[in-house]
């Protein structure tokens, strides 16, 4: 499985950026995406999730309102649209996938594969 994350940049506090992760390889339809972000000096959190199967999502309470995790079937990615952006949200953006599509997973352990990161800098 290998999993490719885009759409870092550089944006003003108050602007939106839109990451993607495409994931490709042997999966079956029952996993799920999970964003984590990392900041310089601070360790990886969770961020937010998505059950492929169902839908089902999850997001850490600082993001929520401002933050929609999204899936596009046709194209196999899962994205996180990120408005409102502040400068407390710069990092490095990974996704991650966890087989089991049984639960929403926050802790990165759950996690076996894992995409390279995308920057996302927030300038005030």
């Known amino acids: 499985v290998q999993l490719q994350a885009s759409g870092g940049g550089l944006v003003q506090a108050g602007g939106s950026l839109r990451l993607s992760c495409a994931a490709s390889g042997r999966t079956s339809s029952s996993y799920t995406i999970g964003w984590f972000r990392q900041a310089p000096g601070q360790e990886r959190e969770f961020v937010s999730a998505?059950?492929?199967?169902?839908?089902?999502?999850s997001y850490t309470d600082s993001v929520k309102g401002r933050f929609t995790i999204s899936r596009d079937k046709a194209k196999n990615t899962v994205n996180l649209q990120m408005n409102s952006l502040n400068v407390e949200d710069t990092a490095v953006y990974y996704c991650?996938?966890?087989?089991?599509?049984?639960?929403?997973?926050?802790?990165?352990?759950?996690?076996?594969?894992w995409g390279q990161g995308t920057l996302v800098t927030v300038s005030s």
């Open positions: 991650a996938l966890d087989l089991s599509g049984a639960r929403i997973a926050v802790y990165s352990e759950n996690y076996r594969y």
């Open positions: 998505m059950s492929w199967r169902d839908g089902r999502t």
